[in-house]
């Protein structure tokens, strides 16, 4: 079983899921496309950090690692269940790209979703401190409400195109312990239902 757990940088995607790791049922592994991507961006075109690799690699290089980031998440699975955490969106030099072409999510098939959001504003700061963590850009609160409503839409075309199911998840600020339990409930009834065919 995959699971995949979207939403823009700064969102809290890997606050919520460590923190629903206490209300799980089940066993899952959780896995970060960038982090695979990067070692293979690394070892092919030099790489030093993630944010190079939207910085640096033309969209057909960033494409070419991510079907290979693809494959390998997709063989984890028969080991585990697999959280994902990953972007569906990307900001690169050349503009708007996605995160997972069609190919590529035809060979994952997830079985769910979970898109966190938050308030642009609240995104904002978030990125200012990570800035001296990560080095990530900064951007202004439209084009955050664009990538997080490109984020949205595309997790439509699962649902019409895999039957994956969705669940929207609002990591509102001082609220990490209701927005992880929200989606420990997702991931729980998703196994269980599972389970049950």
Same mark, same amino acid.
């Given at each position: 079983m995959i699971v995949i757990v979207v939403g823009v940088p700064g969102v809290g995607?890997?606050?919520?899921?460590?923190e629903a790791k206490k209300n799980l049922k089940y066993e899952f592994k959780v896995v970060n496309t960038? $982090?695979?991507?990067? !070692? +293979?961006?690394?070892?092919? /075109?030099n790489i030093n950090n993630r944010d190079e690799i939207r910085k640096k690699l033309t969209f057909e290089q960033q494409k070419e690692i991510q079907k290979e980031a693809i494959k390998r998440i997709k063989k984890m699975e028969k080991e585990s269940d697999i959280i994902l955490d990953t972007h569906l969106v990307i900001e690169s030099y050349e503009g708007y790209i996605p995160g997972m072409?069609? $190919? /590529?999510? !035809? &060979? +994952? =098939?997830?079985?769910? &979703? *979970?898109?966190?959001?938050?308030?642009? $504003?609240?995104? @904002?700061?978030? =990125? +200012?401190? $990570? &800035?001296? &963590? =990560?080095?990530?850009d900064i951007e202004n609160l439209k084009r955050i409400e664009i990538q997080q409503n490109l984020t949205i839409y595309f997790t439509t075309i699962f649902m019409f195109e895999y039957s994956t199911i969705v669940e929207v998840i609002n990591n509102e600020e001082g609220l990490l !312990?209701?927005?992880?339990?929200? @989606? *420990?409930? @997702?991931l729980n009834k998703l196994k269980e239902s599972k389970l049950n065919k």
């Open positions: 995607k890997t606050s919520v899921i460590n960038g $982090d695979i991507m990067f !070692e +293979l961006a690394k070892e092919k /075109y072409l069609r $190919d /590529y999510a !035809e &060979i +994952l =098939r997830p079985d769910g &979703i *979970a898109v966190i959001i938050s308030d642009p $504003d609240k995104i @904002f700061v978030r =990125r +200012l401190k $990570d &800035i001296q &963590i =990560r080095g990530r !312990e209701e927005s992880a339990k929200k @989606f *420990a409930e @997702f």
